[in-house]
C-alpha cells in the first residue's frame, strides 16, 4: 500500500512561488503532480520517471514548475515559480507501480488528498 501526503500549498502572490513536497510512503515508481481548479476536470502538471531522469511538463508548467525527487527521503518535490491567479488549484501528487512516468491519471491508482494552492491577483 502507498500512501502519499502533499505540504506546502498555500496563499501567495501572483509572481510568488511556492514547494510543494509529497511524502511517499510505500513504494513508488513513476510519480506525478496534477491539479484541479474548482468546475474544472483534474488536469495533469508534471511527471518524473523513477531515476528522475525523464521528465515531462504540461504547456502552462513549462518554465516555470520543476519537479523532482529524493528518493533517499521518499519525497516528490515541485517548486512553482512566477506563479499566476489561473495557476489556483488543488494539487495533487499521484504515484504508480511502473518505474515509468505517466501524463495520464488513469495510470495512477494512488494519490494524495492535496493541497490548495492560492495566487491572488
Known amino acids: 500500500q502507498v500512501q502519499l501526503v502533499e505540504s506546502g500549498g498555500g496563499l501567495v502572490q501572483a509572481g510568488g512561488s511556492l514547494r510543494l513536497a509529497c511524502a511517499v510512503s510505500g513504494r513508488a515508481f513513476g510519480m506525478g503532480w496534477f491539479r484541479q481548479a474548482p468546475g474544472k476536470e483534474r488536469e495533469f502538471v508534471a511527471t518524473i520517471n523513477l531515476s528522475g531522469v525523464r521528465i515531462y511538463y504540461s504547456d502552462s508548467a513549462k518554465g516555470r514548475f520543476t519537479i523532482s525527487r529524493d528518493n533517499a527521503k521518499n519525497t516528490l518535490y515541485l517548486q512553482m515559480i512566477n506563479l499566476k491567479p489561473e495557476d489556483t488549484a488543488v494539487y495533487y501528487c499521484?504515484?504508480?507501480?511502473?518505474?515509468?512516468?505517466?501524463?495520464?491519471?488513469?495510470?495512477?491508482?494512488?494519490w494524495g488528498r492535496g493541497t490548495q494552492v492560492t495566487v491572488s491577483s
Open positions: 499521484a504515484a504508480r507501480f511502473s518505474a515509468a512516468e505517466s501524463m495520464r491519471p488513469d495510470d495512477y491508482p494512488y
